[in-house]
């Protein structure tokens, strides 16, 4: 929604200043079509040459992911910190019976309790590993941390792919502008003949092209390649909150000492209340 309101500000803001400073919109839209087709065509051609096909499919979904918002809420938080209380328990009082959930999480009533934890592959996969790590007797808290931060670190370089394209096509935007405004010179100079207010209208156009380049890399494409690495870094925290519970675990503190560490280990602006988790692991007990 803040996306949408952001950008209906940013074109109100530019153009409304422009027409009640005494522009004139016909300049611009007469030129926007070739201009569009120039630079973001440019812009869309070197996206594709820079970028693998892996970036390429996932740029849509992605940007759709910036005006929809971060996918894990304090919810989430909540239920991952529930999830991981029942297996941190299980794995304790009865390992065998723990290894029924981590190899078949999809046929786990533990994880099947939580749908969109168990619909995130990594999440499960890093939960699975390293519980199973554990029962191999790989099991130093010390090694493990760093395993999990290395994988972590690469989930999260995979992640920011497309901003860090998104960014880099913000960069040449500008100059992408320059070269349509230059050949809009280029076309006003084959037409030297005409008289002074034809010459003012094709100068006027080729000025879109500059206009339009620093336009769109800063008032559109660089923040939005801003926001996707903002969701991004907030949704990569739900692996840092089991990173914190699996190593607190293995450390052999208390299951609800382990849960703790993982709640202060959550954004503070969707983190669980100390009150709220207790209250839902006091039922998850009452269940059991």
Known sequence: MFGAIGILLT????FGGYTLAGGHMDVILEALPFEIMIIGGAALGSYILSNSGDVLKATLPTMIQAFRGPRWH??????????????????????????EHVETPEQSEIFRAYPRILADREAVSIISDTLRSASLNYDDPYQVEEMLSKRITLIKDEQMHVPHALGATADALPALGIVAAVLGVIKTMGSIDQPPEVLGKMIGSALVGTFLGVFLAYGLVAPLAHRLAAVKKHDMSFYDVIKSVLVAGLHHHATNLCVEVGRQSSPEQIRPSFLALENA??????AA
């Open 74 to 99: 304090g919810q989430d938080h909540e239920d991952l910190l529930c999830l991981m209380f029942q297996l941190l328990r299980l794995a304790r009082s009865n390992p065998v019976e723990l290894e």
């Open 11 to 14: 074109f109100a803001m530019v």
């Open 281 to 286: 692991l006091r039922e998850l007990k009452r």
